[in-house]
């Protein structure tokens, strides 16, 4: 009964872990906002055209971060991103012997920063006149 009751509780033990386990990408879901979709440069170059209209913008595109509206009635919106990603790697070592262990863990992180700018001026009757786009990475 005793090895059976021991059974139980290991078994128990292994599922509990495994259910509570999440995956990496899992992880970086949970981190995203679900209202705001990503900008990039090819959706940029994919889905602007001269002429469009303010709301086919919005909906390519979403909000802009800036508007603005000059002297002659051109109105300019402005999306600024920034976006940084991290990498972490751990590595562990370990050797244990019946009277004590030996144990190296080492580990190394990475970051890159990703920016993008675009910048679209609507002519006095709300269409795309031009648009322009920056990106960088470092």
């Avoid at 002297?71 to 370990?94: F, R």
């Avoid at 190394?108 to 006095?124: C, G, Y």
């Amino acid at each position: 009964m005793n090895a059976r009751l021991m059974l139980v509780i290991l078994v128990s033990a292994i599922a509990i872990i495994f259910i509570s386990c999440k995956s990496a990408e899992d992880n970086r879901q949970d981190l995203r906002s679900t209202q705001e979709r990503e900008i990039t440069a090819g959706i940029v170059k994919k889905e602007i055209r001269k002429g469009m209209s303010g709301a086919e913008v919005a909906e390519a595109l979403g909000s802009p971060n800036i508007t603005t509206k000059d002297e002659q009635e051109w109105e300019t919106w402005i999306y600024d991103k920034i976006a940084t990603e991290a990498s972490y790697s751990e590595s562990q070592n370990s050797l244990f012997l019946i009277l004590g262990g030996i144990s190296n863990k080492s580990g190394a992180v990475s970051t890159t920063q990703r920016t993008l700018t675009v910048i679209i001026k609507f002519d006095p009757n709300g269409k795309v006149a031009s648009y322009s786009y920056h990106t960088s990475k470092f």
